[in-house]
C-alpha cells in the first residue's frame, strides 16, 4: 500500500465488508441477507484486490460505496440502533469512496505524468 488514498479505500472496504456481514442477520428475508452476505463478501475481495496495487479493486469498492449510499435514503429507521448503525455505515462507505475516487486518480495522473516524461525523453 503505497498511497494515502490505498490506505484509506483498504481500510473503508474492510470495514464495509465486514459490517455487511456482520449486518446480514438483520436483514428482512433470504434475499435481503443474500444481497448483505454478496456485498460483504465483495467489498473485502475488492480491499484484497486494491490492497496488491490493482486498480479494479479501487473500481469495485467506488462502485460498492456509491450503491450503499445510494440506498441509505430508502432504508426503514424504526429504532435509534437504525439511526446509529445506518448513519455510521453511510460514513464509512463515503470515505471508502472518496479513497477509492483518490486512488483512481492519482494512477491516471502518475500514467500521464510518464507518458509525458517518456515522450520528452525520446
Not at 479501487?58 to 446509529?84: G, N, Q
Not at 455510521?88 to 500514467?111: N, Q, T
Request: net charge positive.
Amino acid at each position: 500500500m503505497s498511497s494515502i488514498w490505498t490506505k484509506i479505500a483498504v481500510v473503508g472496504g474492510v470495514v464495509c465488508g465486514l459490517g455487511e456481514l456482520a449486518l446480514s442477520p438483520s436483514m428482512d428475508g433470504a434475499a435481503g441477507i443474500s444481497i448483505a452476505i454478496a456485498f460483504g463478501l465483495a467489498f473485502l475481495a475488492a480491499a484484497v484486490r486494491l490492497r496488491r496495487g490493482l486498480v479494479s479493486g479501487a473500481w469495485v469498492i467506488a462502485v460498492l460505496a456509491t450503491l450503499e449510499l445510494a440506498f441509505v435514503p430508502m432504508y426503514p429507521r424504526p429504532s435509534a440502533w437504525d439511526w446509529a448503525s445506518q448513519g455510521s455505515f453511510s460514513l464509512v462507505s463515503a470515505i471508502a469512496l472518496v479513497g477509492a475516487v483518490g486512488f483512481i486518480v492519482e494512477r491516471r495522473r502518475g500514467r500521464r505524468r510518464g507518458a509525458r516524461e517518456t515522450l520528452v525523453a525520446g
